[in-house]
T-cell receptor, first 116, second 111 residues
Framework: GAVVSQHPSWVICKSGTSVKIECRSL??????MFWYRQFPKQSLMLMAT?????????EQGVEKDKFLINHASLTLSTLTVTSAHPEDSSFYIC????????????FGPGTRLTVT | QKEVEQDPGPLSVPEGAIVSLNCTYS??????FMWYRQYSRKGPELLMY????GNKEDGRFTAQVDKSSKYISLFIRDSQPSDSATYLC???????????FGAGTRLTVKP
């Protein structure tokens, strides 16, 4: 299957700082990537859909000025959590669909963000 | 009513048992159906993928889709302790878009 990587896998930051998370498709080009958030023992919550070369589409209730998404190339999307607060602490996961595939999405390993 | 309903469990079975995991959904537009396995603190891993109705088998795993009942299942035969994880069903109406997830079922297979 297709491989998606994320970096970093774990980050701790102080309240008020910004954190950038990278999502890369390693062996295919992804015109669309997705960003999810997952709280402990809960399911995935779609935050936004990232489209290469255009603005991201955010789900209702997700602050686009707080969660900045950039999809500058066909293999890289970034999520920046700006002015992080402790309530932003969560597990962030990206996914991408392989255009050459049949509709499935492949997930990265996730990034655990802890804001102190 | 949620678009996708999945019993969160937890579900505990002895090693070697047959496991049945299920999801129901309300959106008749869903055409693509997937099962993901997620280990603790890891990203979901695609296990099975099915388009429209029917069965699909891959080793010890069998996925079934019944669109008339809006019901999908994942069966695990000869379950192993390494199968202990959270299993998420997912579905979407279009290719690579609008994927909706179930809550996930936590499965423990005891040696």
């Amino acid at each position: 299957g297709a491989v998606v990587s994320q970096h970093p896998s774990w980050v701790i930051c102080k309240s008020g700082t910004s954190v950038k998370i990278e999502c890369r498709s390693l062996d295919f080009q992804a015109t669309t990537m997705f960003w999810y958030r997952q709280f402990p023992k809960q399911s995935l919550m779609l935050m936004a859909t990232s489209n290469e070369g255009s603005k991201a589409t955010y789900e209702q209730g997700v602050e686009k000025d707080k969660f900045l998404i950039n999809h500058a190339s066909l293999t890289l999307s970034t999520l920046t959590v700006t002015s992080a607060h402790p309530e932003d602490s969560s597990f962030y996961i990206c996914s991408a669909g392989d255009p050459g595939g049949a509709g499935e999405q492949y997930f990265g390993p996730g990034t655990r963000l802890t804001v102190t | 009513q949620k678009e996708v309903e999945q019993d969160p469990g937890p579900l505990s079975v002895p090693e070697g048992a047959i496991v049945s995991l299920n999801c129901t959904y309300s959106n008749s537009a869903f055409q693509y159906f997937m099962w993901y396995r997620q280990y603790s603190r890891k990203g979901p891993e695609l296990l099975m993928y099915t388009y429209s109705s029917g069965n699909k088998e891959d080793g010890r795993f069998t996925a079934q889709v019944d669109k008339s009942s809006k019901y999908i299942s994942l069966f695990i035969r000869d379950s192993q302790p390494s199968d202990s994880a959270t299993y998420l069903c997912a579905m979407s109406p279009r290719n690579n878009n609008d994927m909706r997830f179930g809550a996930g079922t936590r499965l423990t297979v005891k040696p």
